[in-house]
């Protein structure tokens, strides 16, 4: 892949001067990997920061302009490049903007996103299907629309990364070395555990729940914070300014991870809900006196209507699928 060139292509749309061939280019382009759309979002982030690239630049526009079309004559060249074509009049101001951000973007993504020390990943609409190996040893595992900073050189007095969205983490023990997570609402720090984090951008809570070891959750701007230990889990809600502590015994908030779900005497409309969270559908009762019916169960690496067969059985109920996304439950009892 010419980088080099899709930026060109990023900033001749950022300055509304993108051609429909070199539209479909750079869409195609897009979709080819969420590290594309990563690169995008930066550029624009970039664009931001810096005015549109509209300072003054000292340029020579011949030579600039010559270096730009050996670049794309190189893309082109290659079979599997995308033919961009160049009109043959020389607009030379967006040519020396193309250029200006050909040369400044890197440099400005690394500075406000990024060190050299520093990595990124982010998801689309699914999850990771393999975790970011750590230059400690650590893992993650992403939820879906969850981008992750991480260090990628195992030294410092600490291990930060910065999360948007939701993570599981399996963090390698070193005690010397703390581990920290930071987000937009507080920080996690462990020494080594295994943990789920979710606080997706925009969100007014910060939910923290933990497999093994022990977590500190600490609000942003705060000294208050909390020591959780096994199955317990934190809550940091913005709203309220209110820090607690619940669980005690297993819960299901990693299930996007794990793929398992445990019900021990737990209401058919709260397993449910846990379910229309997990697999994004509209689950209905319509006999609202099975609500409150106990389930004890446990589903393990299986499929919506699979788990809906299993509840149905457990009822004596009629499952009704109504659309791709909307699941009804008619009749049932208790017992």
Not at 167 to 180: G, L, Q
Request: aromatic share 6%; glycine share 6%.
């Amino acid at each position: 892949m010419n980088e080099e060139l899709y930026i060109s292509l990023l900033q001749k749309q950022l300055s509304d001067t993108l051609s429909p061939a070199e539209q479909s280019t750079l869409e195609d382009w897009l979709e080819q990997s969420a590290d594309n759309q990563l690169i995008a979002k930066q550029v624009a982030q970039a664009w931001q920061l810096s005015g549109g690239f509209s300072q003054d630049v000292d340029l020579d526009a011949d030579a600039d302009f010559e270096r730009l079309e050996r670049r794309i004559a190189e893309a082109e060249a290659t079979p599997a490049a995308k033919v961009v074509t160049m009109k043959p009049k020389r607009n030379w101001l967006a040519i020396a903007a193309a250029i200006a951000l050909l040369v400044a973007a890197p440099l400005v993504l690394r500075k406000f996103f990024s060190s050299p020390e520093m990595g990124q990943f982010a998801t689309t609409d699914s999850p990771a299907l393999h975790p970011v190996e750590l230059a400690d040893g650590s893992k993650v595992w992403l939820n879906a629309h969850s981008s992750l900073q991480f260090f990628t050189k195992n030294e410092g007095d600490k291990r930060e990364i910065k999360l948007t969205g939701e993570a599981f983490f399996e963090v390698a023990k070193n005690p010397e070395r703390p581990f920290v997570v930071t987000t937009e609402l507080g920080q996690v720090t462990v020494l080594g555990t295994s943990f789920n984090v979710r606080n997706p951008a925009g969100s007014t809570s910060l939910e923290v729940n933990v497999s093994t070891g022990k977590v500190k959750v600490q609000p942003k701007g705060s000294s208050e914070h909390l020591l959780l230990l096994p199955n317990e889990t934190g809550i940091f809600d913005q709203n309220k300014n209110s820090l607690v502590k619940t669980g005690g015994v297993a819960n299901n908030t990693a299930a996007w991870h794990t793929e398992k779900l445990v019900f021990d005497n737990t209401p058919l409309e709260e397993v449910l809900h846990q379910l229309s969270l997990l697999h994004g559908v509209t689950l209905t009762i319509e006999n609202q006196a099975v609500a409150r019916c106990p389930l004890t169960v446990v589903f393990e690496k299986q499929g919506l209507e699979a788990t809906l067969e299993t509840i149905q059985t457990l009822l004596g109920a009629e499952l009704v699928k109504v659309s791709e996304k909307d699941y009804r439950i008619r009749g049932g009892r208790c017992g």
